[in-house]
């Protein structure tokens, strides 16, 4: 695509709609302007006996009369501060804090004579005490950084007594909390929350984060997740994850504390759940319970992609999908509630226990039930633009499902002795899922007219039954720098599927005809894997250190294929279709060999990998003469890492079998106008990947700048030929279509700001761009395709007090499709989306809050069956009344003017798709929520602690 498009494309957007941009424009700019005019302090901080400067020492300015906390700063490498944006003519108290040393103290008053003042050198005294015994209530240092240990203390940032930890983590520096609920730390991504050290649901992070009050919490610890190089095999790849560990107030280490709620509304909407928590020492229970049908699980469960903890609660793949309505979770193929689209009835129960009966050993058991009965009626619209005309096919359906699943998990960390320990995991997983779905899908061309019609019902039975184990063992080698693990797990899994298809098939051209349709259609495809890994580390020096590693791993999998018709009855499905059936059988045996140098000299690290990898591959066919296919592929592949400062560059080589799935063939003709073929004929995918990611943080501003870069390139990839006929039949083939290659580029800069008068603000910017060259396969027809996606977003927080706060947000995406004017089939086509949206939150005393956010999207792809735009309210006002305000009335309001559309617009290579379903539109819901707890402040304060369940 040429300079000119590119220009000629965002002028029309930025005109279009530039009546949206001046007001996010204006506030920038009044921003900047405000936090120009203040007060400040500046210094630098020593060690009082070498005069060197303390670097991340907190310096933090109180009011003095009540001790609140006004703002803070971080000092540099040479130990040097400074402290904007203070207010004027009150008395201030300023308080400096490093980890093993005793605090400096001083007041002061900044007026328009005196606008800012010189402390000099300020030196500080080691302190033979731990710096928390020192420290006067009356006034808490906000952060402390203890080695590779970064501290909040909680109590230094105020929330409201309704507060979640959620809302606390918010309020933190350097740390971002998504719409989602996802947290990041600096950039880096939280895999794990503790709740003191200890797991909680499973590392399900969600259900400490928007379940625990925040005035629970004592401290916010922040720590690299260094077991990330241990259990999940990224051996030194890149930089880490987060871990943040909550500390509880004294008092709470024995006691009870939950919430229940209960909530009813207009259109049959209700909820009801209920958690309950209880601490004795070492040993903690947790019990949840909801029901609800407003699309979504009511202590978000439905909320786990970042939650990689679940990994070593002996859980696998997981994953979320957001949609017009709401949002859903799948964790190894279960729904823990909500639903993106239709109306979903969720249900689901669960407890989790943890145990820890001495220092070296924990013990952790999970149980969870849930279950989904979700109705979607829909109706869609997929484009595919041809030079001689559009191919449109229209789908109206309606659609039940029902999902149960049962998952059982539990595990132990046991520490041997201080140079070696031992983990278990092991999991089962039961599922079924039920779908009934009527539909009437029609092809036609705009030049032609009408090609075919499709109209009938399919049932469909799927189970799941997945059992897995994994025992880790570590030792590190006495007096050296030596360390040695091993590893073994298994997994085994089945999931038979059961599908009937029953429809009238009508061909309206070329010539009219018509096709009763009744088939079932069994699938399985179970699988089994059983490994073992080996890993030995050492260390030379502080320059040079290599480790070896070493896994072998044996699946054995497959996919059987069953297809059978009616017999002349008509009645049962009896008769076998040979042509359709099929089993396929897999065996693949993989070895790993990998041997690492790292050199490491200041800031600057190198680590090149190089890996022996052998797989055999062994496929077997039922139906074929010649049944077996065998690849044995021996592979030398380069890994590479380094690191300067900062900054992390990887650069990694993959070569990875075509999964079965694409290879049986058998043809699925569930839906006979769109039907999926498999190739036994496909080849092995190689890939090689190089990223690179930067993160930088200025802890005087409060400044972050994240970029991350991905450039990935495939051959041998696996791509879909699409056949069209006359009739608007689709069938899909997968074949191995030469070289691809996908770019990516994300920036993001955000940054805080506190100016006088208790207001504060701040703002993200981000930008995302990314370019794809693939192939499209069309009939006999192969030529290239060109994508391009950007994406530029803008954010701001403006906080009065934490009385007032207006969150405005605005994104405008451009997605294009450019094909070579040659190809005589495609042309190009763009999707253009503005998503405009935000909350405005108003807290009038520490009894009542209200809450109003909106929507707005629009897209540039339209239908003559939906609107091409949506817009959605919602507010919501909470009272909160009794001892410590521990119970909350809610009425919330759900799209108060009754405008949101479910309507959601696709682009791929080849199409454009627009969607539309039945949504949750306007109701009202009054909803009560009871904080359950067994202390008081005063009691936590001294220390004692309450034998009562209930305290009102």
Do not use: C
Not at 88 to 99: C, K, N, P, S
Not at 188 to 205: A, E, S
Not at 410 to 416: E, Q, V, Y
Not at 510 to 520: R, T, Y
């Amino acid at each position: 695509m040429s300079l000119p498009l590119w220009i000629y494309t965002y002028k029309n957007v930025i005109l279009k709609h530039m009546l949206r941009i001046p007001f996010f424009l204006l506030l920038f700019f009044l921003i900047q302007n405000l936090s120009a005019q203040t007060l400040s302090i500046n210094g630098i901080v020593v060690d009082s006996a070498t005069k060197k400067g303390l670097n991340l020492a907190t310096i933090a300015v109180y009011d003095a009369k009540d001790t609140s906390i006004i703002k803070y700063r971080l000092s540099d490498t040479k130990g040097a501060f400074k402290v904007p944006s203070l207010p004027e003519g009150i008395l201030l108290r300023l308080l400096i804090t490093v980890a093993g040393y005793e605090p400096y103290r001083k007041e002061f008053i900044l007026t328009s004579a005196i606008p800012s003042i010189d402390f000099g050198i300020v030196a500080l005294k080691t302190s033979e005490k731990q710096l928390d015994e020192v420290v006067v209530f009356s006034e808490i240092p906000p952060v402390l950084f203890k080695k590779d240990t970064i501290e909040f203390n909680a109590a230094s940032f105020k929330t409201l007594p309704t507060a979640l930890v959620d809302d606390l983590l918010k309020k933190l520096p350097g740390v971002e909390v998504g719409d989602d609920g996802s947290i990041q730390v600096q950039g880096r991504p939280v895999t794990r929350i503790l709740v003191d050290g200890k797991q909680f649901f499973g590392g399900n992070y969600k259900m400490a984060t928007r379940n625990l009050p925040a005035n629970l919490i004592d401290k916010v610890q922040v720590v690299d997740d260094t077991e990330q190089y241990e259990f999940e095999n990224v051996r030194r790849e890149g930089p880490l994850s987060k871990v943040i560990n909550l500390t509880f107030k004294k008092g709470v280490k024995r006691g009870f504390f939950g919430r229940a709620y209960l909530g009813g509304g207009t259109n049959e909407r209700n909820e009801l759940g209920a958690l309950l928590n209880m601490f004795r020492d070492t040993l903690q229970l947790s019990l949840v319970g909801y029901k609800n049908n407003l699309n979504r699980s009511s202590f978000s469960l439905q909320d786990l992609s970042e939650a990689g903890g679940f990994n070593r609660s002996g859980m696998g793949s997981f994953g979320s999908t957001y949609g017009v309505s709401g949002q859903r979770i799948n964790i190894n193929g279960i729904a823990f509630g909500g639903g993106t689209t239709g109306i979903n009835n969720s249900q689901g129960i669960g407890a989790n226990l943890n145990h820890a009966p001495s220092k070296d050993l924990s013990l952790f058991a999970q149980y969870f039930y849930n279950s989904n009965l979700n109705e979607v009626i829909s109706s869609n619209t997929t484009t595919i633009p041809l030079v001689n005309g559009f191919n449109i096919s229209n789908t109206v359906s309606a659609m039940n499902t029902i999902e149960r699943s049962n998952n059982l998990n539990g595990g132990l960390n046991w520490r041997l002795d201080s140079l070696s320990r031992i983990q278990l995991r092991i999991g089962y997983v039961s599922q079924l899922n039920l779908l009934s779905n009527n539909s009437n899908q029609g092809f036609k061309n705009d030049q032609i007219g009408n090609l075919s019609n499709f109209n009938g019902d399919l049932f469909s039975n799927d189970s799941v039954k997945r059992f897995n184990y994994s025992i880790f063992y570590s030792r590190r080698i006495a007096n050296s720098k030596k360390s040695f693990s091993m590893s073994h797990s298994y997994i085994n899994n089945n999931n038979p599927l059961s599908q009937i298809t029953e429809s009238i098939n009508t061909i309206i051209f070329p010539q009219i005809g018509s096709q009763v349709f009744e088939q079932l259609r069994r699938t399985n495809t179970p699988s089994s894997s059983i490994s073992g890994s080996v890993y030995f580390e050492n260390v030379f020096n502080k320059y040079l250190s290599y480790y070896i590693s070493s896994r072998y791993e044996r699946t054995i999998s497959g996919k059987q294929v069953q297809t059978v018709t009616k017999s002349t009855n008509g009645l049962v499905y009896d008769s076998l279709i040979l042509s359709g059936t099929n089993d396929l059988r897999r065996q693949l045996d993989m070895f790993k060999g990998d041997v690492n140098l790292v050199w490491k000299i200041n800031k600057i690290r190198l680590r090149t990998s190089f890996v022996l990898q052998n797989q055999l591959i062994n496929d077997k066919y039922s139906n074929f003469n010649n049944n077996h296919f065998i690849q044995n592929l021996t592979n030398v592949l380069l890994n590479m890492s380094l690191t300067i400062n900062k900054i992390n560059m990887q650069y990694y080589q993959r070569v990875e079998a075509p999964s079965i799935n694409n290879l049986i063939p058998v043809a699925d003709n569930s839906n006979p106008f769109q039907v999926i073929n498999g190739n036994r004929l496909l080849q092995p995918i190689r890939s090689s990947t190089f990223n690179t990611s930067a993160n930088f943080v200025n802890n005087k501003t409060g400044a972050m700048l994240i970029i991350i870069t991905n450039s990935s390139f495939y051959s041998n990839p696996v791509i879909n030929r699409l056949s069209i006929d006359s009739s608007g039949l689709q069938t899909y083939t997968p074949e191995n279509a030469g070289n691809i290659f996908s770019h990516s580029v994300s920036i993001n800069y955000s940054r805080k700001y506190r100016a006088k008068n208790g207001f504060s603000f701040g703002y993200n910017t981000g930008f995302f761009g990314s370019y794809d060259f693939s192939r499209v396969l069309i009939d006999e027809n192969s030529f290239t395709a060109n994508q391009f996606s950007q994406n530029i977003s803008l954010s701001i927080n403006l906080n009065f007090n934490n009385k007032f706060e207006i969150l405005p947000q605005y994104r405008i995406g451009l997605s294009q499709s450019r094909f070579p004017a040659s190809n005589k089939i495609l042309n190009n086509f763009n999707l253009v989306t503005n998503d405009i949206g935000g909350s405005i939150i108003y807290r009038p005393s520490t009894s009542i809050a209200i809450t109003t956010n909106f929507r707005y999207i629009q897209q540039s792809v339209s239908s003559p069956i939906v609107p091409p735009n949506s817009f959605v309210t919602n507010a919501d006002i909470t009272y909160s009344f009794l001892q410590s305000r521990r119970a909350q009335l809610k009425l919330y309001l759900n799209d108060v003017f009754n405008t949101n559309r479910g309507v959601t617009g696709s682009i791929t290579e080849r199409a454009t798709s627009v969607t539309n379903s039945n949504i949750l539109n306007r109701y009202f819901l009054l909803s009560f929520y009871y904080d359950i707890r067994d202390w008081s402040k005063r009691k936590i304060e001294s220390g004692e602690i309450s034998n009562k369940l209930f305290r009102f």
